[in-house]
C-alpha cells in the first residue's frame, strides 16, 4: 500500500505531481486560456459584490490560506484576512453578507474550522470550501465545495493536501479575477500556463532529493534553528517550519527575514542552522542583506533560491537551486524541499515518521 516507499508521508510527497494535475483537471479550459469552474454556484453577481474574504483554517491548511491570501490580493484585487479557525469566532470578526468565507480543511472534520464555517453561516456569509474529501461535514455544509484531488492522505503530517490547496487557490484567485476582469486575458492565460508547467517541475526537484537528505542529517543534531523569509516565501517557512517540528521534533522558528533584528536576532550563535527561502524577486537583495546579517554572527546557512539568482549562491553556506516559475506560484515549488527536509530528519532521528506522538491525523475536537 507505499507503493514500494519506506512510509506513507514519502509516498505522499512523490504524488504530488499527479495531486497537481488531477486537481486542475478539467478546470482548465481546453484552450488552456481560462479557468472553468463549473462546481461553484456562485453567481458572477455575487462574486461582484464580495466586499472582503476571509480564509479560516487550521494548522497546515491554514498556512496554504495565507498563501491564499497573497494569490487573491494579487490576482482578483479583493481584500483578504486570515484566521486560525480556533480564533475566529472568539474576536468577533465582521462578517457581512458581502463576505466570502474560505474555509480550507482537508479532513473537511475539522471542529474548530467546522465551527467556524458554522458562525460563519450564521452570520449571514457565504462559505467556500476548499476540501480533500468529498461528502466531508465542511463539504455537506458549506455553500461551495472546491475539492483537491489529493487522493487520500495517511501520514499525519500534510503534503500532497496542503499543495492541491495551493493549486486550487490559483485556481479559484484566477476565477475571480477572471469575472471581475481585474486581470487581463493574456495576463491570466501566461499564469495557467506556468501552472501547467508545476507538475514537471515538482518532479525535477524530487530529482535532488540526496541534497536534502544531507542537509537534514546535518540538522538533525541541532535542538533549535530557524527558517527566514519575506513576502509570500515566510507564509512557506512556517509551513516549513512546522512540519519539521511536527515529525522531527527539532524546535524551529520561521521568522520574515527583515523583522529579526528587531530582537530575535540575540539568538543566532556560532552554528545554528538558518534555512534561508529566496524565491521573490523584488525582495531578492534585501533577503540576501539578512542573510548576511545571521551570517556575520555565526549562523550556517542552507539557501533554497530560484535558479539563476548568483548573489545568494556566495552569501550561503550550502545552496539548492530550484526551477523558475512565475514569483506568485514558486510556493507550489519551494515548499517542496522543505517537506523533504522534515521526512529526511525525522528519519535520522529515528522517529515514528508517519505517526508523530501526540498528534491525530484528524482534530475532531476543539
Ligand atoms: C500538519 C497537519 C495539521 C492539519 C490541521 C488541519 O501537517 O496536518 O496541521 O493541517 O490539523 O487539518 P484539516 O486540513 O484536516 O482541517
Known amino acids: 500500500e507505499k507503493a514500494g516507499f519506506d512510509h506513507f508521508m514519502l509516498k505522499e510527497i512523490y504524488e504530488q505531481p499527479k495531486a497537481y494535475r488531477d486537481t486542475m483537471g478539467s478546470r482548465i479550459d481546453p484552450s488552456g486560456k481560462r ?40 490576482l482578483a484585487r479583493i481584500p483578504v484576512e486570515t484566521d486560525v479557525a480556533s480564533e475566529y469566532r472568539y474576536r468577533s470578526p465582521i462578517i457581512t453578507p458581502n463576505t466570502l468565507v474560505v474555509v480550507v480543511s482537508q479532513s473537511g472534520e475539522t471542529a474548530d474550522t467546522l465551527a467556524a464555517l458554522r458562525e460563519a453561516k450564521r452570520c449571514g456569509a ?17 455553500d461551495d465545495v472546491i475539492v483537491t484531488w489529493a487522493g487520500p492522505e495517511i ?62 542529517e546535518q540538522i538533525s543534531t541541532h535542538d533549535n534553528l530557524f527558517f527566514i523569509g519575506r513576502g509570500i516565501d515566510y507564509a512557506v517557512v512556517l509551513e516549513g517550519s512546522l512540519k519539521l517540528k511536527e515529525i522531527s521534533y527539532i524546535h524551529s522558528e520561521a521568522y520574515p527575514s527583515g523583522e529579526l533584528k528587531h530582537g530575535t536576532l540575540a539568538l543566532i550563535e556560532e552554528g545554528i542552522p538558518v534555512i534561508a527561502l529566496a524565491t521573490q524577486p523584488e525582495l531578492f537583495e534585501k533577503t540576501v542583506s539578512n542573510i548576511k546579517e545571521v551570517k556575520a554572527r555565526g549562523a550556517y546557512v542552507f539557501g533554497i533560491h530560484t535558479l539563476g539568482e548568483t548573489e545568494l549562491v556566495k552569501a550561503v553556506d550550502q545552496v539548492l537551486e530550484i526551477p523558475q516559475t512565475i514569483p506568485l506560484l514558486s510556493p507550489a515549488l ?33
Open 35 to 74: 479557468i472553468v469552474m463549473n462546481e461553484l454556484k456562485m453567481t458572477d453577481e455575487y462574486i461582484h459584490r464580495i466586499q472582503q474574504i476571509h480564509i479560516v483554517a487550521c494548522g497546515t491548511a491554514y498556512h496554504a490560506g495565507m498563501v491564499g491570501k497573497s494569490i487573491i490580493e494579487k
Open 126 to 142: 457565504r462559505v467556500v470550501a476548499i476540501t480533500n474529501v468529498v461528502g466531508s461535514s465542511v463539504a455537506r455544509e458549506a
Open 155 to 216: 501520514a499525519v503530517a500534510s503534503t500532497k493536501a496542503y499543495t492541491s490547496q495551493l493549486i486550487a487557490f490559483y485556481l479559484f484567485g484566477l476565477y475571480l479575477a477572471q469575472t471581475l476582469g481585474t486581470q487581463d486575458e493574456a495576463y491570466i492565460a501566461d499564469v495557467v500556463t506556468e501552472l501547467k508547467l508545476l507538475p514537471d517541475k515538482v518532479e525535477q526537484i524530487l530529482q535532488h532529493a540526496e541534497i536534502i537528505k544531507e542537509w537534514a
Open 334 to 366: 519551494s515548499v517542496v524541499p522543505l517537506q523533504l527536509l522534515a521526512y529526511y530528519a525525522s528519519l535520522a532521528r529515528g522517529n515514528d515518521v508517519d505517526k508523530p506522538r501526540n498528534l491525530a491525523k484528524s482534530v475532531t475536537v476543539e
